[in-house]
């Protein structure tokens, strides 16, 4: 849970990069009572199986989407940088292959500027690994590379259905310190899944999800000088390293596992089960220009999630939903040489949503859900002899309304607010969350249209200290080539 959270609104922001449209997005991503193609409770929707590619995308579409997201403020961790840039642009589009089955595929460039990086030089300081990576300056870190992904549907009998999908992520960094700290980044995952539809009406699945992920850092001074480095196991105890070369690799491996029901009723009436179990490991690697590469440090994180939500239209102007999610996950690291554990932690989130979603004289659209989360976490640091353990609720609200504008397009906005007792993220207490989105659609002839999306998430706690992100995102699609 904690490596999720760290993210926060960025990811959201980022995501929108691989969307066919907007309109989710522009109205605060309704996940209740709303109703939109990509809100579906399908199972390639819901539960992310590729199998149902073939139901979900009927027509053949492409589009391009530039997109920059700023974050900025004082709400944040040690080892976390001040102000964080990306932008970049991608390509998205489907091909609907009759009885060859469906095509989709992505493709994108992502640079990411953070400045005010404080000592830490791996890419997720905070990501649960056996320690922290760090050297002596602060400084500037510039990521950059490309990503690609594609997927595939293909239904073997009537009602039997099989799908594929496959990704690919390299970035490369650059730290402008005096140790010219290089980062090299690739990420590789996948899903293979298959769908059985019992009748027209509900559909199975089982999916399986393996990824591999690794950085590479090598600090090596340009001035002569050894580049020092320190290996952080915990928030006191380090060990330096003084050499005149210093390579880190961090390899992660997993995969998770998940099965699907999902009943799509012609009368307007949705509902989707999905469960989740899956695990992943992280090896420390170093290597210096006297030693070979050895395992310093292990960690271990497991987790479960399960979920249910039912979608019903009572009537033809009204639409209202329910949803339950409960996940629960286990983290720990110990230190190999001496088989010494670190520190263990565990956590779960319990979250109720409901929402509902009417249309108003002149095709206006009003929509609202709110949620609430019991949240828990228990954490021992055995080696910094630091035991926590938090019970929090977190309560959100969001609202949308769009408006069609005759002969012009359609104009969308969202608020969003949200509290919480404590921020598992930063530890800050009193949280509060509030986030503004602006969007619009343009059509231009049969087909084509131009959207855009504004979003502003302001992030503040009871000290003051604030978190801000910006992002700014336009897309041009070219629909039913």
């Known amino acids: 849970m904690r490596r999720g959270l760290l993210i926060g609104c960025m990811l959201l922001a980022a995501g929108a990069l691989q969307a066919q449209d907007l309109r989710l997005e522009s109205l605060g991503s309704m996940r209740y009572g709303f109703t939109d193609p990509r809100a579906s409770l399908s199972l390639y929707r819901s539960g992310q199986n590729p199998a149902g590619l073939i139901q979900d995308e009927p027509v053949a579409w492409l589009a391009f989407t530039p997109q920059i997201t700023n974050a900025w403020g004082s709400l944040r961790r040690a080892f976390t940088p001040g102000h964080v840039t990306i932008y970049g642009a991608g390509f998205e589009g489907v091909k609907p292959l009759g009885s060859r089955g469906t095509f989709r595929g992505s493709s994108t460039y992502l640079v990411e500027e953070r400045s005010s990086v404080y000592r830490s030089l791996k890419r997720t300081p905070y990501g649960g690994e056996a320690y922290f990576f760090t050297d002596t300056t602060t400084g500037s870190f510039t990521y950059k590379g490309p990503s690609v992904a594609f997927a595939y549907a293909y239904e073997i009998t009537p009602g039997l259905q099989v799908g594929a999908d496959v990704g690919y992520a390299l970035q490369d960094g650059l730290k402008d310190v005096y140790t010219t700290v290089k980062s090299l980044f690739r990420r590789v995952q996948g899903t293979a899944g298959i769908a059985y539809r019992v009748d027209d009406g509900i559909h199975l699945g089982l999916t399986v999800h393996p990824f591999d992920e690794q950085e590479r850092l090598e600090a090596k001074s340009e001035e002569g000088l050894d580049a020092e480095v320190f290996n952080f196991r915990g928030e006191t105890f380090a060990k330096r390293r003084a050499k005149s070369s210093v390579a880190h690799t961090v390899r992660l ?27 992943a490991r992280t090896r420390d690697l170093i290597t210096t220009d006297r030693e070979e590469a050895l395992e310093d440090g292990f960690a271990q ?73 019991f949240v828990h976490t228990d954490s021992s640091k055995f080696i910094d002899n630091r035991f926590a353990i938090v019970r929090t609720g977190e309560f959100r609200v969001r609202t949308g309304v769009e408006v069609p504008i005759s002969g012009i397009g359609t104009l969308r906005a969202s608020y969003a607010f949200g509290s919480a007792g404590v921020d598992v993220r930063s530890g800050g207490k009193d949280v509060t969350e509030q986030t503004v989105t602006a969007g619009f659609a343009v059509p231009f002839g049969s087909g084509v249209h131009v959207e855009g999306l504004t979003r502003y998430c302001h992030r503040r706690v009871s000290t003051s200290a604030l978190r801000d992100d910006l992002t700014v995102v336009l897309l041009l699609r070219l629909a039913e080539l």
Request: charged letters at 20%; a negative charge; aromatic letters at 8%.
């Open 253 to 279: 491996t997993g995969e998770e596992f998940g099965v699907q029901a999902a009943w799509l009723s012609p009368v307007g009436m949705e509902a989707s089960i999905v469960g989740i179990v899956g695990a």
């Open 301 to 373: 994180r497991s987790w479960y999630e399960a979920a249910a939500r039912v979608r019903m239209r009572i009537t033809p102007d009204a639409t209202i939903g329910v949803g339950v999610t409960h996940r629960s996950q286990r983290e720990w690291s110990r230190y190999p040489a001496l088989d010494l554990l670190l520190w263990d932690a565990t956590g779960s989130e319990t979250l109720l949503g409901a929402g509902g979603s009417y249309v108003a004289g002149g095709g206006v659209l009003l929509a609202a859900e709110a949620e609430y989360a």
